[in-house]
C-alpha cells in the first residue's frame, strides 16, 4: 500500500465547476500536506501548504486535511482552462523535507 | 532570477552504459533532493542533501544509484550499468532551508532518461 494515495482520474469538468480532488494517506506521522500542479512537460510547483488539520484558503483554491481520517483534499472553485493540470497532493512528517507524492490526478477544464 | 536547472534534458544510452545526471540549483539553496518520477505517477524521492552532506539516501533503488554534491551546489546523480528499468524522468528541487512548513522546493524541468 502506497504511504499517499489519489484518484489518477482524468477527471473532466466544465469551466466555472467546482472541483474537489482528494488523497488518502497511511502514515501517521505527516504532520504537513500540499498540493502541486503539475502542467503537461513542466516540474511540479507549490500551490498549496498546510500544518495539521483544517482548512486553508488562497483564492479559488482551498485545502482542507482531516487527520482523523487521514484524508486530504483541495478545492477549486470557478474553476478556469487554465487550471488544466495534474494536482499532486503530498506529505511529509517535518524535519528536513522527505515528501511523498501521490499518483496525481489529472484535470481537464472544458470552456 | 533563475529557477533550477538540470542538463542534459533528455539522454538516450544503451543498457551497460554509465549515465551521469547534473543539477543546478536555485543559487542560496541549502537543501537539494532528486526524484524519480515515472509516467503517469508522482515524484518518488531518491536522495536529500544539506549543503554537500549527503543526509539521506533510502530512496536509491540500488548501489548503481549514487548520487553527491561537492561543493554544496551543483549535484551529480550517477547511474551505473543502466538497465531499461532505469528509464524515467529524474528530476531535482532545491529549497532555501529544508525544514519547516512554508519552505518550498523548487523543482527543475527534469532529465528524461530513456535506456534502450
Known amino acids: 500500500q502506497k504511504e499517499v494515495e489519489q484518484d489518477p482520474g482524468p477527471l473532466s469538468v466544465p469551466e466555472g465547476a467546482i472541483v474537489s480532488l482528494n488523497c488518502t494517506y497511511s502514515n501517521s506521522a505527516f504532520q504537513y500536506f500540499m498540493w502541486y500542479r503539475q502542467y503537461s512537460r513542466k516540474g511540479p510547483e507549490l500551490l498549496m501548504y498546510t500544518y495539521s488539520s483544517g482548512n486553508k484558503e488562497d483564492g479559488r483554491f482551498t485545502a482542507q486535511v482531516d487527520k482523523s481520517s487521514k484524508y486530504i483534499s483541495l478545492f477549486i472553485r470557478d474553476s478556469q482552462p487554465s487550471d488544466s493540470a495534474t494536482y499532486l497532493c503530498a506529505s511529509h512528517s517535518g524535519g528536513y523535507q522527505k515528501v511523498t507524492f501521490g499518483t496525481g490526478t489529472k484535470l481537464q477544464v472544458i470552456p | 532570477g533563475a529557477g533550477v536547472s538540470q542538463s542534459p534534458r533528455y539522454k538516450v544510452t544503451k543498457r551497460g552504459q554509465d549515465v551521469a545526471l547534473r543539477c543546478d540549483p536555485i543559487?542560496?539553496?541549502?537543501?537539494l533532493y532528486w526524484y524519480r518520477q515515472a509516467l503517469g505517477q508522482g515524484p518518488e524521492f531518491l536522495t536529500y542533501?544539506?549543503?554537500?552532506?549527503?543526509?539521506?539516501k533510502s530512496g536509491l533503488p540500488n548501489d548503481r544509484f549514487s548520487a553527491e554534491r561537492p561543493e554544496g551546489s551543483i549535484s551529480t546523480l550517477t547511474i551505473q550499468r543502466t538497465e531499461q528499468r532505469d528509464s524515467a524522468m529524474y528530476r531535482c528541487?532545491?529549497?532555501?532551508?529544508?525544514?519547516?512548513?512554508?519552505?518550498?522546493?523548487?523543482f527543475g524541468p527534469g532529465t528524461r532518461l530513456t535506456v534502450l
Open positions: 528541487a532545491s529549497s532555501l532551508v529544508g525544514s519547516g512548513m512554508g519552505d518550498e522546493q523548487f
Open positions: 542533501f544539506n549543503y554537500e552532506a549527503q543526509q539521506d
Open positions: 543559487s542560496g539553496h541549502v537543501s
